[in-house]
T-cell receptor, first 112, second 114 residues
Framework: QKEVEQDPGPLSVPEGAIVSLNCTYS??????FMWYRQYSRKGPELLMY????GNKEDGRFTAQVDKSSKYISLFIRDSQPSDSATYLC????????????FGAGTILRVKS | DGGITQSPKYLFRKEGQNVTLSCEQN?????MYWYRQDPGQGLRLIYY???????QKGDIAEGYSVSREKKESFPLTVTSAQKNPTAFYLC?????????????FGPGTRLLVL
């Protein structure tokens, strides 16, 4: 079993829809949770960073962490065609090296 | 502009050849990382370095080597021992101040075998 599980999709939605992207994990030591967006043939760019449990909002994006369920989510409101990309979740524990563990990524396609 | 640069954008390797991928950052970050990305898989850690002149193996270090002689630079060599080198290679760096666990990525190098 992988340490971080993420549905690869693709997930296709119409423009304006609310998108929900999710990851589950097995390591209860994870405390830092990130979402990256990666356009085709580009490097990942950081979207959201959350420490421990709770919600964080930034514009159209909301990140949620539920440590009791070992489940994290990224919500995108009013989705746009420019949101079409691969979304990677990543997480780490506060240990030497601060290594990130990534999900496989979910491909999102927003149709106009 | 602060950021991470990787070169070249595309690299072609012949059988038995070693090739070196460049990664430079001007963010004054202490830690640097190399990842490999294959289709349908997440990023897998090859090597990482937390300070100059020190580096550690990641999950898939076999067939790769690195050096960290300067804070700004962390080149990756793909040796002939790496039998399946075709992939997208990503370099990342992380700041050293307490609480900042995020990594920032370069644009990547795509390595292809001739």
């Amino acid at each position: 079993q992988k340490e971080v599980e993420q549905d690869p999709g693709p997930l296709s939605v119409p423009e304006g829809a609310i998108v929900s992207l999710n990851c589950t994990y097995s390591n209860s030591a994870f405390q830092y949770f990130m979402w990256y967006r990666q356009y085709s043939r580009k490097g990942p760019e950081l979207l959201m960073y959350t420490y421990s449990s709770g919600n964080k909002e930034d514009g159209r994006f909301t990140a949620q962490v539920d440590k009791s369920s070992k489940y994290i989510s990224l919500f995108i409101r009013d989705s746009q065609p420019s949101d079409s990309a691969t979304y990677l979740c990543a997480m780490s524990a506060r240990v030497k090296g601060n290594k990130l563990v990534f999900g496989a990524g979910t491909i999102l396609r927003v149709k106009s | 502009d602060g950021g991470i640069t990787q070169s070249p954008k595309y690299l072609f390797r012949k059988e038995g050849q070693n090739v070196t991928l460049s990664c430079e950052q001007n963010l004054n970050h202490d830690a640097m990382y190399w990842y490999r990305q294959d289709p349908g898989q997440g990023l897998r850690l090859i090597y990482y370095s937390q300070i100059v002149n020190d580096f550690q193996k990641g999950d898939i270090a076999e067939g790769y080597s690195v050096s960290r002689e300067k804070k700004e630079s962390f080149p990756l060599t793909v040796t002939s021992a790496q039998k399946n080198p075709t992939a997208f290679y990503l370099c990342a760096s992380r700041g050293g101040w307490t609480g900042q666990e995020t990594q920032y990525f370069g644009p990547g190098t795509r390595l292809l075998v001739l």
